[in-house]
């Protein structure tokens, strides 16, 4: 999941990724599946295939804003969208 108004634009989660996270902090679009909006955030929701959940963790690892995260620490209260 990818908090899509949080995101900084500076290459680091797509460099650690292999470019499978884009420079906006966006997985493919073909991997989205639903968009939605929790405490006035905006969640965009990806299927990420197993071969590609290790260049995933490593762009989550380097991200400083934390915009991204796995659904298992999805957090649905208006508090904040994620954990």
Avoid: H
Avoid at 8 to 25: A, K, L, P, R
């Amino acid at each position: 999941m990818t908090s899509i108004d949080e995101v900084i634009v500076d290459g680091i989660s797509e460099d650690e990724s292999g470019g499978f996270i884009d420079n906006n902090d966006c997985t493919p679009i073909d991997t989205w599946f639903y968009l939605d909006n929790n405490g006035g955030r905006r969640v965009l929701f990806s299927w990420i295939p197993y071969q590609f959940t290790k260049l995933v963790n490593n762009g989550i690892e380097v991200n400083m804003l934390a915009t991204f995260e796995w659904y298992d620490k999805y957090k649905t209260d208006e508090s904040s969208a994620f954990i």
